[in-house]
């Protein structure tokens, strides 16, 4: 792109007024931006400094400042010190320069100084929020029952930087500017929602979504004795709406002791970080916002001739509010794509640019309740398109429309025709048209998505373009986008096995690495000196597991390791043993420096103890904590990212894998005990209470009936999908395993079945950037699972079963309903399942690796499975598998695999009971298995061999 066409000329020479851009993928954004800002400096009586430029990523407003440079008469020195940036780094500014005094217009006896730090890692924030958590409860002995209701407090965390983004914020005796309304909700609102949702459909003979959604009030569920009957709710037999004075029964609650809790535990925190020094990215905002609401001298001084705000889909309420104050003229220009917004996790409200108009009114009342701090006219709005794509074919740019109306989901209800109204389509520029968009499946995803990728790669077919001529594609040409990291981690370790290159960009489970792991080992033998660290170690030395075993019960512990324990030991601090274990190791690269920063972060800035870091490791591990880690994907390798991450980027192919049901979208939704939602204000999901002398945690019928009247956030999934699509310049391939989801099934492609054949890569055609770190292990046992002990021939004539996708969705049900608690049940198995679990009340593991080692004919064989659940009491262990047979042919092969399991169990328990059993989803029934004897495992191994064990 050389020169604008003639609609971004339009809005280069709009200089005047508020304009709205609908900015379209790959339409030439930035570009029009920076030469809109240069043409603006350029007049005589504007400076730099007049106009304020906003982006959301310090490396766009990096960017969009060296593009401004080559278009103006101002040089990059002039420019350092222009007000290019993101809205973190204005607040900042801002409160550094004039915000000492701001916290105390909360009622906060605290400063902001020069040395308050901007406190960027959230795992660090969660582990210093815990440590507020644990003085505040003391303190505060009257809010026991919430703590009581909360399973991590870590949930309020979020609430809170939910509540800021809103613009709510507490003061030391209230809400600051009637903040409360918006904690009480809109009633009116929420019934205008009601009642639309209540319409019989099919002209009156079937009944309303919202009735059809309630089918399942009460379903597992535990009610106060006072929570109304279903036909009260939903209407009795043959009613097609639910009773009007539902809505109205169900808004309604007491909730003044959830908001004094809520505001506490705000307040407190605010107070908490200030004293700790330092601010996070939702309270610069806070206090800046505050700041310029009350100090009308700073708000003019501050304010600028110019306001230009780059991706505006992404910005929040109080973002909004915050452009207003800081504009003094109407000149405000507002750029961004309302398909492209998909980052509500991080708050951002696609309603501003959506319903622009509306909300600016709505903000500007707000703001001038008490005193007129925007004094400029809002009207006239003035709406620019820009609609020609530089970056994919047309094909692909209108088989994208289709992802914005397909559904996300069987439930999901597409208003299509208002959708398509909206919607501004786009028109390529390429040169070149030959795009193939396909898609494929297969139950071995993995394998498909390299096979396909191996096809691509050198075929003609998939021609891309450069320098407007066409050449065959190579790997780095390909990206394979997932809606999620796991899968994206799981295809690089199956592209290992090949030597295909291939190199994860984005963020990363950090605590996962092996690093990390060994960190943890470590950490755990100079504070506890136990197996647990021992193992780790010894293992990476090269030790078998007998000799691990051996080590352990002797606590003969080899010199060297010994010795360097004693190096360890004499370190005076973690980041030095840190240092000290990652070099040992010769652990180096973007994991090890992340990981290095991460641990003196948050070991320096909290009062954790080394135990205490322990555990905050493992709490990384649990949670999949993430962290960006940069690392270049290599010369010619294959790129692996999230969609969230490769929004902003464009590849000549793009895979978009994972395309599967509980995938994306992702199964689960917010479990949080408490939460905030328009228009229903601050709600309770989750409550204790002492009913009848029997003190325990209720659900809340009102929440329940709530949150079946909000959407269920697949708008944001079909963004996300359409982001995906229009990443991709030539070609378009999507891939799903054994179960692709509501938007594969739904969109205008053959699925056609791919049989994988991958091939060995030749790693001498390409140059492949590691990112994962890995030390070279000995040759590791004889590996078995339970299911080569297992006897086929029982399985087969079975007429009655329900096949291995049955069985996973089951298992997965399982698994998520214990790991995320907010899952329903969608068939008797799962309501099965779900009554079993809810019954249990030990601590529960999902999914647990189980390795047994054993010694067969003078071989170390080790047998590795997965246990499905664990159930660990004080004086008991049950191991629970789950099974969907209808029948009970196979329970003798059945204990095979539960024997490996209880051998297991039985070493890591030696002083509990080891029980274990089946789980027959079909009907609920329960059958406790007699396990084998470990040599009687041995025979079953050496016959599976041919063998002969006589002699042994």
Avoid at 584 to 595: F, K, N, P, S
Avoid at 607 to 615: K, N, S, Y
Avoid at 831 to 857: M, Q
Wanted: hydrophobic share 35%; with cysteine; proline share 4%.
């Amino acid at each position: 792109m050389t020169a604008p066409n003639d609609r971004q000329q339009d809005l280069i020479d709009s200089k005047a007024g508020i304009h709205v851009v609908d900015a379209g993928a790959g339409t030439g954004k930035t570009f029009t931006v920076t030469r809109r800002y240069a043409e603006i400096v350029d007049q005589d009586d504007v400076e730099p400094e007049d106009v304020l430029l906003v982006t959301f990523t310090n490396n766009a407003a990096t960017e969009m400042r060296e593009r401004i440079v080559a278009n103006c008469d101002y040089g990059m020195r002039e420019l350092s010190d222009a007000p290019i940036q993101t809205f973190h780094s204005l607040c900042h500014d801002i409160l550094m320069e004039h915000g000492f005094e701001a916290p105390t217009l909360l009622g906060i006896d605290d400063r902001i100084t020069g040395s308050t730090r901007v406190l960027e890692d959230e795992n660090v924030e969660r582990e210093r929020f815990r440590e507020f958590v644990r003085r505040f409860s003391d303190d505060h002995p009257e809010h026991d029952d919430f703590f009581r209701a909360v399973d991590e407090p870590v949930e309020l965390l979020g609430l809170i930087n939910q509540l800021a983004a809103k613009g709510v914020f507490p003061t030391a005796d209230g809400w600051y500017r009637n903040g409360e309304r918006h904690l009480d909700g809109d009633f009116e609102a929420f019934r205008e929602i009601f009642d639309e949702l209540n319409q019989p459909r099919n002209g009156g003979s079937k009944q309303s979504e919202l009735r059809s959604k309630l089918g399942g009030y009460g379903n597992d569920k535990c009610y106060l004795p006072d929570a109304p009957e279903e036909d009260e709710v939903r209407g009795g037999w043959g009613e097609k709406q639910v009773p009007a004075t539902v809505a109205r029964l169900a808004f309604d609650e007491e909730r003044e002791a959830l908001k004094s809790f809520v505001h506490d535990v705000y307040h407190e925190y605010l107070a908490f970080a200030l004293s700790r020094n330092y601010l996070n990215f939702s309270f610069l905002q806070l206090f800046t916002f505050v700041l310029l609401c009350d100090d009308h001298r700073l708000r003019d001084d501050v304010a600028f001739e110019y306001v230009m705000i780059d991706e505006f889909q992404d910005s929040s309420e109080i973002q909004f509010k915050l452009a207003l104050l800081l504009a003094d003229t109407n000149n405000v220009c507002v750029v961004g794509d309302w398909k492209q917004s998909i980052y509500s996790f991080q708050y951002a409200a696609v309603e501003n640019i959506t319903e622009f108009e509306s909300r600016l009114d709505r903000f500007v009342d707000e703001l001038n309740e008490d005193h007129e701090r925007v004094s400029w006219a809002t009207r006239p709005v003035t709406g620019i398109e820009l609609v020609e794509n530089y970056r994919s074919t047309q094909a692909i740019l209108d088989f994208s429309e289709h992802s914005l109306v397909t559904p996300a989901a069987s439930t999901d209800d597409v208003d299509e025709a208002a959708v398509r109204d909206r919607i501004v389509s786009l028109s390529s520029n390429t040169a070149h048209e030959n795009s193939r968009i396909e898609a494929i499946r297969h139950e071995d995803e993995h394998e498909a998505v390299l096979t396909k990728i191996q096809e691509i790669v050198g075929n003609d077919a998939y021609q891309v373009e450069e320098d407007d001529e066409l050449r065959p594609p190579e790997y780095g040409d390909v990206a394979v986008l997932t809606r999620t990291r796991d899968f994206g981690r799981e295809l690089l370790s199956v592209a290992d096995e090949y030597g295909l290159p291939m190199a994860y960009e984005g963020g990363i489970e950090l605590f996962r690495s092996d690093p990390a792991k060994l960190l943890l080992a470590w950490l755990r033998i100079l504070e506890f000196d136990g197996e647990r660290g021992w193992a780790v170690v010894l293992e990476e030395a090269g030790y078998t597991l007998d000799e691990v075993k051996h080590v352990l019960e002797s606590e003969a512990y080899p010199d060297n390791l010994r010795a360097f324990k004693s190096v360890l030991a004499s370190l005076e601090t973690v980041g030095g043993v840190a240092q000290r274990v990652f070099s040992q190791y010769g652990y180096d690269g973007a994991y090890a420096d992340v990981l290095l920063t991460t641990v003196q972060s948050v070991h320096s800035a909290t009062t954790l103890t080394r135990g205490d870091l322990v555990r905050f490791i493992e709490r990384g591990i649990e949670e999949g904590s993430t962290h960006d880690v940069h690392a270049s994907a290599g010369t010619n390798s294959v790129t692996v990212q999230t969609i969230h991450a490769a929004k902003g980027l464009e590849h000549p192919i793009v895979v978009l894998a994972n395309m599967n049901a509980h995938r994306f979208p992702p199964s689960g939704g917010n479990s949080a005990a408490i939460t905030f939602d328009d228009p229903i204000g601050l709600r309770q999901r989750k409550r204790y209470d002492d009913d009848h002398g029997h003190p325990h945690i209720y659900d809340s019928w009102r929440s329940d009936v709530l949150r079946k009247c909000l959407p269920r956030g697949y708008d944001e999934e079909r963004r996300l999908l359409y982001v995906a699509m229009t990443r991709a310049e030539s070609h378009l391939v999507f891939s799903a395993g054994e179960n692709p989801n509501t938007f594969l099934e739904d969109l205008p492609v053959d699925v056609k079945e791919l049989e994988p054949d991958v091939q060995d890569a030749d790693s001498s055609e390409t140059t492949q950037a590691r990112l994962q770190i890995a030390v070279p292990t000995p040759d590791g046992p004889v590996g078995h699972s339970p299911h080569t002990l297992m006897r086929d021939d029982v399985f087969e004539d079975v007429d009655d079963g329900r096949g291995t996708a049955f069985g996973t969705q089951t298992h997965e049900f399982a698994e998520r309903y214990v790991l995320e608690g907010d899952v329903d049940p969608s068939n008797d198995d799962e309501r099965h399942v779900k009554s079993f679990i809810d019954s249990l009340d030990g601590e529960l593991r999902v999914e647990e690796d189980a390795s047994l080692p054993l010694t067969v004919d003078g071989e170390r064989v080790t047998i590795s499975g997965i246990v499905d659940l664990v159930h660990i009491r004080p004086d008991a262990v049950e191991i629970i598998d789950f099974k969907t047979d209808l029948g009970r042919h196979a329970e003798d092969e059945y204990r095979k695999q539960l024997s490996v399991y209880y051998h297991v169990l039985a070493e890591w328990f030696p002083d509990r009971e080891v029980t274990a059993s089946i789980f027959y989803t079909a009907d609920g029934t329960r059958v406790e298995v007699d396990p084998l004897t470990e040599s009687d495992l041995v025979e079953l191994i050496a016959e599976e061999q041919g063998l002969d064990t006589s002699a042994q």
